[in-house]
């Protein structure tokens, strides 16, 4: 049996995305996958940034009534709005049998209302945002509400923290999405008679089979449950083939081999002073180096707390560790991207980056042209080459089936270098828990203990990177 209002905002954006997935949320609740740490994190992400959207609307009144309690709220919302409030939080509505939540409705000084949805996110993206604000633009209006102000109010990359407490007015921005919201909310009654079908019928409906959408825009949580019984395809004993000519362009490779990683953070609320939201800040690195003699050595750094930008800490030692002679190997263009950002950002430092690594300058002196800055001299033509492992070597010269549609170092690994452990038997598996692991080590709350072996793990994955690239490099070298 259905409740009086059945549909929800968060129903209709999974129906958007899949009508089966609205269907399990209904009738199926339970074969939902609880969502990921990361997936927490950011929720978790999401409520402070909601937190800071409210501080900007001091006196506002908050319609604590919860989700069970919808006519509560709402009742709760209409008195408030005929009291005069003038800033509401999680104001209620329905209307169409649809109900929302919105996270401020402020009151304009011409009588009507602004509706403002508050995103962890940096801009309006039409995509994930439209549908949002158009079905509440949509009850809302249905509801009797004059909306004549649709705001998304995300975070200000331009905003750089000076540290302290975040500035509500200075850390957040807002778009005005008006026009397109309230062109949208005109198309959003004629879902509501399928999505009530779909939810009305005894059946699940018939959908394609698992594809892109399943991810996109949004991880779906029944992804698990849908995929039950795919079994990962085995490629059993398929051997690689390698094209010599890639072996021929690794052997002619200059030593030592500096085979280097980096593992970035982006947070949406900066963590160091002197950083911008969603800035990628370099926070660590592994380096393996290769002598022709076949010795191999292994340096690393990792950023100690956030009391400051680590970044000139991450490149002078990064620096002194790579020295001027043979070949920085990387696996994708990543590390080049990043030490080129970081040779524009750090001035004191770019001369001697540019020196170790000459094979930079074009980009950087055109991102220095770009913000109006004047490039340096050409550094010396000596210092490391660079060579992309993942690109040059296993892209372009290893076929086999499981490197089909990536080339990933993941994905490279079980196929060239078996003997070494794979990433799953790490205490961090990939890239998302080790941006959740610096964020929760870099916590001053953190306790030390706990600290400690978020350190050591961060250390285990980051050097599991380099090593990997050694032993791709060594079975490719050796297998002609
Ligand atoms: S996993 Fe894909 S097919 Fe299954 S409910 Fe989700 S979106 Fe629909």
Redesign the pocket.
């Given at each position: 049996m259905l409740s009086d209002a059945p549909l929800s905002k968060s129903r209709y954006l999974r129906w958007l995305?899949?009508p089966?997935?609205l269907y399990?949320d209904v009738h199926h609740r339970e074969l939902a996958t609880p969502p990921s740490s990361s997936a927490q994190a950011r929720f978790d992400v999401g409520h402070r940034i909601g937190e800071l959207a409210r501080a900007r609307y001091p006196g506002g009144v908050l319609v604590t009534e919860g989700p069970h309690e919808h006519a509560a709220a709402v009742e709760r919302t209409r008195r408030l709005m005929a009291d005069g409030a003038r800033d509401i939080f999680e104001a209620a509505f329905t209307h169409d049998r649809v109900k929302v939540r919105v996270d401020v409705l402020h009151r304009l000084d011409d009588g009507g209302w602004e509706l403002v949805e508050v995103k962890s996110t940096s801009r309006f993206d039409e995509t994930k945002h439209l549908p949002d604000v158009g079905i509440q633009a949509y009850v809302l209006l249905g509801a009797g509400v004059a909306v004549r102000r649709v705001s998304l109010m995300h975070l200000d990359k331009r905003y750089v923290w000076p540290g302290g407490p975040y500035d509500p007015y200075a850390v957040l921005a807002s778009t005005d999405v008006t026009r397109p919201a309230l062109d949208y909310a005109r198309t959003v009654g004629s879902h509501v008679a399928e999505m009530l079908a779909v939810l009305e019928s005894a059946q699940p409906p018939a959908?394609e089979p698992?594809d892109a959408?399943?991810l996109t825009p949004y991880e779906?949580e029944?992804?698990a449950y849908?995929t039950r019984g795919i079994e990962p395809e085995d490629f059993g004993e398929v051997v690689p083939v390698v094209d010599p000519s890639a072996v021929r362009r690794l052997r002619d490779l200059r030593f030592p081999l500096l085979f280097v990683d980096f593992e970035t953070v982006n947070p949406a609320l900066p963590l160091f002073p002197g950083t911008s939201p969603f800035e990628p800040i370099k926070v660590q690195w592994s380096l393996h180096r290769l002598d022709a003699d076949g010795t191999l050595s292994h340096a690393e750094w990792l950023v100690e707390d956030a009391k400051c930008d680590p970044q000139p800490e991450f490149l002078a030692t990064l620096l002194d560790a790579l020295g001027t002679e043979g070949t920085l190997v990387h696996y994708s263009p990543f590390e080049l991207t990043h030490l080129a950002d970081l040779a524009v950002r750090l001035p004191a430092l770019r001369e001697r980056l540019l020196a170790a690594v000459p094979g930079l300058y074009r980009t950087v002196a055109a991102k220095l042209a770009e913000v109006g800055s004047t490039p340096p001299e050409p550094p010396p033509a000596r210092g490391l080459a660079t060579f992309d492992l993942g690109r040059e070597a296993v892209r372009r010269g290893v076929a086999h089936p499981a490197l089909a549609k990536t080339w990933s170092i993941k994905a490279a690994l079980p196929v060239l270098a078996p003997h070494l452990p794979p990433y799953s038997s790490l205490a961090i598996p990939d890239g998302d828990a080790a941006m959740l692991a610096v964020t929760e080590m870099l916590d001053a709350a953190t306790p030390n203990d706990r600290r400690a072996e978020l350190r050591e793990a961060l250390l285990r994955y980051c050097e599991q990177d380099t090593l990997a690239m050694v032993e791709i490099y060594r079975a490719l070298v050796g297998s002609a």
């Open positions: 995305q899949c089966l997935r399990l959908v698992i959408r399943c779906c029944f992804h849908c």
